[in-house]
């Protein structure tokens, strides 16, 4: 049985920064495009950040470009989300999901219903 697991929310005052961790049983990561998706009450879960399963390309959103990073460590089999300069408006519950190699990633690496497997979520609280 695949689980992800997500990890490292909190709650933090504007500027500070927090680093999510995504970790897999019954599936390797390095073997998946990854990402990173978030929810804000009242609306729809959003992408956030991906990453290529063999390339290392990595894309955002544009608001948080310059201040987010998305990474893997294959030998924990974790997937990172690093969050700095952090504003009231990324708080949500943020999601990690995986999206099979068999898509191409280009077209859609932003879109939440082609990824397949998805953790449970971590609260990400920022105050002003």
């Known amino acids: 049985q695949v689980e992800l697991v997500e990890s490292g929310g909190g709650l933090v005052q504007a500027g500070d920064s927090l680093r999510l961790s995504c970790t897999a049983s019954g599936r390797t990561l390095s073997n998946y495009n990854m990402g990173w998706f978030r929810q804000a009450p009242g609306k729809e879960r959003d992408f956030v950040a991906s990453l290529g399963w063999n390339s290392g390309r990595t894309d955002y959103i544009e608001s948080v470009k310059g201040r987010f990073t998305i990474s893997r460590d294959n030998a924990k089999n974790t997937v990172y989300l690093q969050m700095n300069s952090l504003k009231p408006e990324d708080t949500a519950i943020y999601y990690c999901?995986?999206?099979?190699?068999?898509?191409?990633?280009?077209?859609?690496?932003?879109?939440?219903?082609?990824?397949?497997?998805w953790g449970q979520g971590t609260q990400v609280t920022v105050s002003s």
């Open positions: 999901a995986t999206l099979s190699t068999r898509k191409f990633y280009a077209t859609t690496y932003y879109k939440k219903d082609e990824y397949d497997t």
